[in-house]
């Protein structure tokens, strides 16, 4: 099993090591209020990619199913050491906007931008719908559930007064359900890494799938790019969680320097710089994949990634911070927050189910995100 790295590879986890070692020093050393914050933003985002690689090439390993399982529960940890330390620092608006934001800017924005992307260079794209409806489904469901604590209090209901309880028998229903969707999930084909898209695919033909072609993929220097050794990816892993840790905390720590000196709000910081830092180098594998006219490939990427986070990362903070101390998150969410994430997820149905997409489509879910976060810059 070899442990080579490809270019790419090569590339990220350099990327990843010189903005930690830089994060830690705008930490430490006075560099203003926000290039800490900038530097922190862009070391999560890259060492959230790392991980996510990491795991990718246990595939050879654990199966493709299995892969997919262990990426969701460790893919999201740098945003999951992101919401601890806030909620210890009392940003409960920054933690509750972050997380929704990261469903939002998904669905919306990098949807968007990968219909946008797709159609203008080869017209209307086709996707399996029984696929799209199943992630469609989930997403529904674990939006519905976090919908039910927000009405209860602000339609004045007597759940009013039980808001917490209420909050974590939901987080534990989402848990359950993500459990129970796990056997079908196992059972799913691979997603495909980065290095699929280093294949000199011509735009529209049909040719080997994802996983007949990994084998055979290589970075333009011919390095291979087959599974990474066992002891490799385990330490791979320790490291960038280690790594993603105190980034964490560093970027929490600029946080607030940093929104008074841009005027920004806590909302808006949460729901757009922060929800786009932690997932914006994946982010782009699946805009690359819809240009390369793969949108299945494309449309689980970037679904997966806020059906996850609604089934799995929310349900486990509002556990955690029952006992981490600090702030008490519950999924009681502001009115303007609850209406957009309904909206977003309603508009995500109607546009998926049909099994195409086309760039118009796109145009009108970048539109929409531009209008939601401009409401958030205020507060």
């Excluded at 079908?184 to 049909?206: K, M, N």
């Excluded at 929490?252 to 914006?280: C, D, R």
């Excluded at 997820?345 to 189910?353: E, S, Y």
């Amino acid at each position: 099993m070899t442990s080579k790295l490809s270019r790419g590879d090569a590339r990220l986890l350099v990327a990843g090591t010189l903005l930690t070692a830089a994060s830690a020093l705008t930490r430490y050393i006075p560099t203003g209020r926000v290039a800490p914050f900038i530097v922190s933003a862009l070391a999560l985002g890259f060492l959230a990619a790392v991980v996510g690689r990491s795991v990718d090439r246990l595939g050879d390993r654990l199966g493709s199913g299995m892969t997919g399982v262990v990426q969701s529960g460790l893919g999201n940890l740098p945003e999951l050491f992101f919401g601890i330390f806030a909620l210890r620092a009392g940003l409960i608006g920054v933690v509750q906007a972050a997380l929704i934001g990261s469903i939002i800017a998904n669905v919306l924005l990098v949807l968007g931008l990968a219909f946008m992307v797709g159609g203008l260079r080869h017209g209307t794209q086709l996707f399996p719908a029984d696929d799209a409806r199943t992630i469609v489904v989930l997403l529904v469901l674990a939006v519905s559930v976090l919908m039910i604590p927000t009405l209860g209090v602000h339609l004045d209901l007597a759940v009013k007064h039980h808001e917490v309880a209420l909050s974590d028998v939901s987080a534990v229903v989402l848990l359950t359900v993500f459990l129970l969707s796990t056997p079908g999930s196992v059972r799913r084909e691979p997603r495909p890494s980065p290095e699929d898209l280093t294949a000199d695919d011509e735009p529209g033909t049909d040719g080997p799938t994802w996983s007949e072609r990994r084998g055979d993929l290589g970075d333009e220097a011919g390095v291979s790019v087959g599974a990474w050794s066992t002891q490799l990816v385990v330490a791979l892993l320790l490291a960038s969680s280690v790594a993603a840790a105190f980034v964490s905390d560093w970027f929490v720590a600029a946080l607030s320097p940093a929104l008074s000196a841009l005027h920004m709000s806590e909302a808006f910081a949460g729901l757009v710089v922060v929800a786009i830092a932690g997932n914006a180098v994946e982010n782009v594998v699946g805009i690359q994949l819809a240009a390369r006219n793969r949108t299945d490939y494309a449309l689980s990427v970037i679904l997966q990634s806020p059906v996850q986070i609604a089934l799995v990362l929310i349900p486990a903070l509002v556990l955690l911070s029952g006992v981490i101390g600090g702030a008490q998150l519950t999924l009681v969410l502001s009115p303007l927050l609850g209406v957009v994430l309904a909206l977003t997820t309603l508009i995500a149905a109607v546009v998926v189910l049909d099994g195409e997409s086309t760039w118009l489509e796109g145009a009108c879910l970048v539109g929409l995100y531009v209008v939601i976060a401009a409401s958030f810059w205020w507060g």
